[in-house]
């Protein structure tokens, strides 16, 4: 994908007080460096995107024009598509944020879309909706090293239950599949569930669309 918008050296150093986290990436195949925990759970809303296909953060800087003045900006996220990129400023609550930040983001959506791309923004109820988030941070970093053979066992598993089926029906199958294997089906979107309830014992399973509903 062509990228015309010109950014300087990513900024990598976390600010003095502050401390950078680490979000282990599964589509990048390693550690996206996040600034704050807001910005490590934006990743895991990235990761369930399907349409997402790389992302990096802090990707580097913009120089702005604001009232003749020369201003320096750091989005925060790159996210690629296969159709097209766009970038993302993650703050707590967009309201809140000074004159100059305002300006800042202005200048920068103006500059992004003279490139054919564009500033999104993600703020903590976007980010932290309830329960939407917990049921995927828990399903994420609880379907870590699935190996292929396991999530391919798993997946030619599915299209012979009949749905729906409850996660506890779903975990005591007798079939040799362990639980990180259904918890990646899960996030993968092979089986789905109300992302808004959260997930439990209990709670009813979809599948795909191969699947057997029972009606």
Known sequence: MDHQTALHRPAVNAAFGK?????????IH?????????EADYCIHLEYDPAVVRYCSQPGELELRIDGRLHRYHPDFLVETLEEHYYTEVKVDFSQVSTLW???????????SETNSYLARADLASIRPPSRLRNLKFLYFHSFNVSADEYGGCLR????LSYPVTLRELL????EV?????????????LSFDLNQRLTINTPIMGGGHAHQRT
């Open 19 to 27: 401390h950078l986290l680490f979000f282990p990436s599964r589509k």
């Open 30 to 38: 390693g550690q996206v460096v996040c600034h704050s925990t807001l």
């Open 102 to 112: 305002k300006a800042k983001l202005r200048a920068a959506q103006q500059l992004l």
């Open 157 to 160: 598993l599915l299209p012979t």
């Open 172 to 175: 005591a199958h007798p079939s």
């Open 178 to 190: 362990r639980e990180r294997a259904f918890y990646k089906a899960l996030f993968d979107r092979q």
